[in-house]
């Protein structure tokens, strides 16, 4: 993924309506992005056309993950997550 292809991502992130998930999305994006593969920088990308409620969800563990989404990112994402 290129400069701008990260930066559009990181502005998906932090951008997305719901507070809590630009929080956790954006922070974790932000930290994390000069170490993710580009396969998982593909994954976050699919991960964003979720809704937000139900990322939260997802990384809360209220809701089990749906199998189109990447499990071990979304792992990775709640051991970063800020406590809510």
Do not use: C
Not at 42 to 47: S, V, Y
Not at 61 to 74: G, H, I, R, T
């Amino acid at each position: 993924m290129n400069k701008d292809d990260k930066k559009r991502l990181i502005y998906r992130a932090n951008y997305r309506g719901f507070k809590e998930a630009d929080i956790m999305l954006g922070g974790f994006l932000k930290a994390n992005i000069d170490t993710l593969s580009d396969a998982e920088l593909d994954a976050f990308e699919i991960l964003l056309s979720a809704k937000d409620h139900d990322i939260y969800d997802w990384i809360t563990e209220k809701q089990p993950v749906p199998k189109q989404y990447d499990e071990e990112l979304l792992a990775k994402i709640r051991q970063f997550r800020p406590k809510f």
